[in-house]
């Protein structure tokens, strides 16, 4: 990447045109949350989870279109273990009667696999609520602890700027990748449901926005110490020329595996790769064009005062 060592861009100059086009998207998803709503999975709503043994190798996906017309359209099924899958289903009524379809479809579909049940349970309404209120609380107090933290790293070049930039840097990213979950669930097809596997995807997305964002600004942290002729716009542009051959490459290397993790991953697995996938684009983004933006933007309004 020697192409984008010693850049001089200004990127700052831009950072307008930046901030309506973030708001344009930000409001997007805040519309399409609103009135759309989201789509939870079995996780967060409640329903039935079945384990079952199977023997050799069999397609979760195949399986998953079979079962669909015999527990519903809402099911769910993963890789579980060595030789097992796990089957979840909305539907909660007939127990017996469901487990008993479902190993007569799988056992159909793969007569060599001698489908068995290990183990049944179901996911009650009150468990799901809580197992909801616990994703929210994971995500609220990451973005908390990100504020806290880069208020102290950053606290005698001016801290809460800092902290304010990361904070609604990580809002940012966090709130276009639900925005896209809710705007695109039933017209792209993957599923776009919200269920634990997607919150951890969420709480990785917040984890690299922040450390994406934190190397730039250790660099302008380093640049105000040494660079003190300077003014902060210029110590801004240059800490983001200086950065751009590492984010690019940290960026790339990652986007291409949640793609290869999107296309050659399974469905079961699609819409983690998709939230990972917008949230790196986004996540890049906003830490020139929200997080670093706003810094300067705030000094510079003191700085005025």
């Known amino acids: 990447m020697r192409i984008l060592h010693n850049l001089d861009f200004d990127f700052m100059a831009y950072r307008k045109q930046a901030y309506i086009f973030s708001l344009i998207l930000t409001g997007i998803a805040i519309f399409s949350l609103v009135f759309r709503g989201l789509a939870v999975g079995i996780d967060f709503k409640g329903g039935k989870e079945m384990v079952i043994g199977v023997s050799g ?39 017996a009667s469901q487990e008993a379809a479902t190993l007569a479809a799988i056992n159909k ?15 009650g309404p009150r468990f799901a ?59 792209l097809p993957i599923p776009l449901q919200i269920d634990q596997t997607i919150i951890a995807a969420f709480l990785t997305i ?3 926005s922040v450390n994406d964002t934190v190397i730039v600004f250790d660099r302008v942290r380093e640049y105000m110490h040494d660079l003190k002729s300077e003014t902060f ?9 200086s950065t751009l051959s590492r984010t ?16 050659f991953g399974g469905e079961t697995i699609r819409g983690f790769a998709f939230a990972m996938s917008v949230g ?25 005062k």
């Not at 579909?109 to 996911?123: N, Q």
């Not at 880069?150 to 904070?167: E, H, M, N, T």
């Not at 684009?281 to 700085?303: E, Q, W």
């Open 233 to 241: 716009y210029n110590i801004m542009n240059k800490a983001m020329n």
């Open 206 to 208: 917040v984890g690299y």
């Open 57 to 95: 190798t069999v397609d979760v996906n195949r399986i998953k279109a079979t079962l669909a017309p015999v527990l519903g359209s809402e099911v769910e099924v993963k890789a579980y273990g060595g030789s097992d899958i796990l089957v979840r289903s909305a539907a909660t009524e007939g127990n």
């Open 248 to 263: 690019i490459i940290t960026s790339m290397t990652t986007l291409f595996s949640a793609i290869v993790l999107f296309l």
């Open 280 to 304: 790196i684009l986004f996540g890049t983004y906003s830490s020139v064009y929200v997080a670093s933006a706003m810094v300067l933007d705030l000094k510079l309004r003191k700085s005025a």
């Open 129 to 187: 609520e809580d197992m909801r209120q616990a994703g929210i609380y994971s995500v609220v107090a990451a973005l908390i602890m990100i504020f806290v933290y880069i208020l102290i790293r950053f606290y005698s070049y001016g801290g809460w700027q800092f902290g304010v930039g990361a904070l609604v840097a990580t809002f940012h990213d966090v709130t276009i990748t639900l925005g896209l979950f809710s705007l695109l669930n039933g017209i």
């Open 109 to 123: 579909l793969y007569p060599a696999a001698k489908a068995k049940m290990v183990g049944s349970d179901v996911v």
